[in-house]
């Protein structure tokens, strides 16, 4: 009996261990690509906000007593500069309405007692030989920092008006 048991188990191991053995598979594989993707859109950002609106400040003449003399002013940043963020690449124009006046050749700041006005213009350089305007404006093309572009501003010698603040709101518009 010990020689048969002897033969099942043996046989019983040998069975056993076959049924572990490695036996080599001919597994079928495919391959295939996929794609990865990334779009970025061309983009603006206006950077000044005051109280949840884009504002880019005041352009300010200051004070004077008599307007016999031109006043220039240069904007600066927070304070009559335009400031703009593009994504790179991206072609962009600032443009700068009329104000009150309707025309961009002969912009004027109004008020005083009498709804008087004092006549000014804004320029797209240092010179005060270029007149920003809402056709042409200023056009760039963006490098992804953050730019900066002064307003200039001159109220040329005129006759002085009634004492009194004056003021005009002018629409900055970038398009891109």
């Known amino acids: 009996m010990k020689n048969h048991t002897l033969v099942v188990f043996s046989l019983s191991l040998v069975c056993g261990l076959l049924l572990f053995q490695a036996y080599p598979v001919n ?12 779009t970025l859109l061309p983009t603006c950002l206006a950077r000044f906000l005051v109280s949840g609106s884009t504002s880019f400040g005041t352009l300010d003449f200051g004070s004077t ?56 213009n804004l320029y797209t350089n240092a010179t005060y030989s270029v007149i920003w305007d809402d056709v042409v404006g ?29 003021t005009d709101t002018v629409q900055v518009t970038v398009s891109w």
């Open 65 to 120: 007593v008599a307007l016999t003399q031109p006043i220039s002013v240069a904007g600066q940043t927070n304070s009559g500069a335009i400031t703009v963020q593009c994504s790179n690449g991206t072609s962009f124009n600032v443009l700068l309405s009329s104000g009150q006046s309707g025309n961009t050749n002969n912009r004027y700041l109004s008020g005083g007692p009498s709804a008087q006005q004092v006549s000014y």
């Open 27 to 38: 597994a079928v594989s495919k391959t295939a690509n996929i794609t990865v993707t990334a």
């Open 138 to 166: 200023v056009s760039q093309v963006a490098t992804g920092q953050v730019v900066t572009i002064p307003v200039y501003g001159l109220v040329p010698a005129q006759s002085t008006p009634a004492v009194g603040t004056y």
